[in-house]
């Protein structure tokens, strides 16, 4: 037994350590959605803690894509201490219009909790610490993005219509469905956190063209080839990350570009954003 303990434990150690090196394995992925002609960014999770300047970096070479629109499906924070790199590394992107939803992780900061609850598929409770979401939201607006927690918003992209509805963060119940796109609009989107499907039921309904989510992180704890364990939501396995169906609607949910700060490993699921080609 003591010589077989040790060989056991090495490939558990060697499987941490990668997974905890493709952290900052960030990629961006593309595809293509039928409907008016635009480019939309999709970015989610970025969980930001002090020090993390290669997240910085990458989310600052978005902004060459020039996208005509950008979405943040939220949890942007994962720590207190996470806004000032939240702030430095999405200010790029401030320059294109916008708009956001929030998770449960802008509000509160981490809270330490049993991994094991995560793959059996137990909703974690929220911390009392609370992180500064409202400094958050007031960079966000001042540069023009759109808060549509629980609200709509309608505006042009040049000559496009747009609508967008969104709710907050349903995982933990604070979601308010805010009603059907408005009329005239081309380019109707649906956005919020986590993609539980009672909220995408409503959306789809109303004739919602795309909802645009996050949450899930892909799985982030996957198998071989990227095959999903849990999604920590309501969503099935095989629309936890990337595009799918969703009854008349097409549903996106982002793999995330980062982890909550207590469970700082990704396997066979790396960080990623989302260029969406409409058209």
Same mark, same amino acid.
């Given at each position: 037994m003591k010589k077989l303990l040790p060989a056991t434990l090495l490939p558990a150690a060697a499987l941490t350590a990668? $997974?905890?090196?493709? %952290?900052? *394995?960030?990629?961006?992925?593309?595809? !293509?959605?039928?409907?008016? !002609?635009? !480019?939309?960014?999709h970015i989610s999770d970025l969980h930001m803690l002090p020090g993390q300047k290669k997240k910085i970096e990458f989310v600052?070479?978005?902004?060459? &894509?020039?996208?005509? %629109?950008?979405? *943040? !499906? $939220?949890?942007?924070?994962?720590?207190?201490?996470g806004l000032p790199g939240a702030i430095q590394a999405l200010t790029p992107l401030l320059q294109f219009p916008g708009a956001f939803c929030f998770g449960t992780n802008d509000y509160f900061g981490p809270r330490l909790v049993n991994p094991f609850g995560y793959l059996l598929g137990r909703k974690r409770k929220v911390s009392t610490r609370e992180n500064d979401w409202?400094? %958050?939201?007031?960079?966000?607006?001042?540069?023009?993005? @759109?808060?549509?927690? *629980?609200?709509?918003?309608?505006?042009?992209?040049g000559d496009l219509k747009v609508s967008i509805g969104g709710v907050d963060d349903p995982h933990h119940d604070l979601d308010e469905y805010p009603g059907p796109p408005h009329d005239g609009a081309e380019l109707k989107l649906a956005v919020l956190h986590a993609p539980e499907p009672r909220v995408l039921d409503?959306?789809?309904?109303?004739?919602?063209? &795309?909802a645009l989510c996050g949450h899930t992180h892909g799985g982030?704890?996957?198998?071989?080839?990227? @095959?999903?364990?849990?999604?920590?939501? $309501?969503?099935?396995?095989?629309?936890?990350?990337?595009?799918?169906?969703? $009854?008349?609607?097409? &549903? @996106?949910?982002?793999?995330?570009?980062?982890?909550?700060?207590?469970a700082p490993v990704r396997l066979w699921c790396p960080p990623a954003a989302t260029l969406i080609h409409m058209g």
């Amino acid at each position: 037994m003591k010589k077989l303990l040790p060989a056991t434990l090495l490939p558990a150690a060697a499987l941490t350590a990668w $997974g905890y090196s493709e %952290l900052t *394995n960030f990629q961006l992925k593309e595809v !293509t959605v039928p409907g008016p !002609t635009c !480019t939309i960014l999709h970015i989610s999770d970025l969980h930001m803690l002090p020090g993390q300047k290669k997240k910085i970096e990458f989310v600052h070479s978005l902004a060459d &894509l020039r996208p005509d %629109l950008v979405i *943040n !499906t $939220g949890d942007n924070l994962s720590d207190p201490k996470g806004l000032p790199g939240a702030i430095q590394a999405l200010t790029p992107l401030l320059q294109f219009p916008g708009a956001f939803c929030f998770g449960t992780n802008d509000y509160f900061g981490p809270r330490l909790v049993n991994p094991f609850g995560y793959l059996l598929g137990r909703k974690r409770k929220v911390s009392t610490r609370e992180n500064d979401w409202r400094s %958050l939201r007031s960079v966000f607006v001042e540069h023009g993005w @759109h808060d549509v927690n *629980n609200a709509r918003a309608a505006f042009k992209l040049g000559d496009l219509k747009v609508s967008i509805g969104g709710v907050d963060d349903p995982h933990h119940d604070l979601d308010e469905y805010p009603g059907p796109p408005h009329d005239g609009a081309e380019l109707k989107l649906a956005v919020l956190h986590a993609p539980e499907p009672r909220v995408l039921d409503q959306f789809e309904a109303d004739g919602y063209q &795309l909802a645009l989510c996050g949450h899930t992180h892909g799985g982030q704890i996957c198998l071989p080839g990227g @095959h999903t364990i849990v999604t920590n939501c $309501g969503i099935d396995r095989d629309r936890a990350k990337g595009l799918s169906n969703y $009854g008349s609607m097409r &549903l @996106h949910v982002s793999q995330g570009l980062g982890t909550a700060k207590f469970a700082p490993v990704r396997l066979w699921c790396p960080p990623a954003a989302t260029l969406i080609h409409m058209g």
